[in-house]
């Protein structure tokens, strides 16, 4: 069988205790030679929104046959699935808590299986290691998702309310993403769909601000806050060398809204 070109984690554990080092260690049992990739373990804690978007943003860059063990997984121990789903030729192992949202929603389709544990796991607390790296380590050997659990429909997955930006009028309505370590806001409106900023973007809540219509980071001045398309696939607002997150006042989970008038398209 065709083992997968490697296995990567996404999981909020961090890094000061031993539970990424028990994952791994039972990945490098159960599927040895196969390499492991960390895409972060500093998903703020419990917050499934955040993983969604890491998640999104960097299953494309996965070379094909690609394993994910996502686990960010307040539900652990109850009666929520655990599934696996094939999407864009990679496999994501994941509770069916809407942590695969923004994935399903960028895809070009998917399957899905519901691999739920049928016999209690050895820890009703831990299902990173006892749960989803079994699973992971599974299908990175070579077995299909088809045989570990059953096909779900299409439909049938939890998704996440509120997370895709939406237009009423001339106001865009989206949420933060999350805020990345140089305070840059990463928002909910998909370059794909939005194109670049209109050529004159404003904050307006949940706080009045004009913004700047950018390409760069460079091309914002000292104390200017610019509205770009970032490396993730979703629009940002950014400073050059400051923290767009402490000058517009917003955290991760905000809700903002943008004034956006109909008919002025941001595409160059």
Known sequence: MQTAPLIALLTDFGLADPYVGQMQSVLLSAAPGVPLMDISHGVAMGDVAQAS???AATLPWLPPGAVVAAVVDPGVGTARRVVIV?????????????????ALASGEGFLAFDATPKVAPASATFHGRDVFAPLAARLAMGEAASALGALLPPDGLVTLPGLAATRQGDVV?????????????????????????????????????????????????????GLLVGSQGYLEMAQNGGSAAAALGLAQGDVLQLLWPVGEHGNH
């Open 173 to 225: 309505t989206a949420r933060v993403l999350s805020v990345d370590g140089f305070g840059n806001v990463i928002t909910s409106c998909a370059a794909a769909l939005f194109g670049a900023p209109c050529p004159r973007p404003r904050l307006l809540a949940p706080a009045a601000r004009e913004l700047i219509r950018a390409r760069t980071y460079a091309d914002l001045g000292p104390g200017e806050t």
């Open 53 to 55: 978007f890491f998640l």
């Open 86 to 102: 094939e999407i864009d030729s990679r496999l994501v192992v994941a509770p069916d808590n809407g942590l695969l949202t923004l």
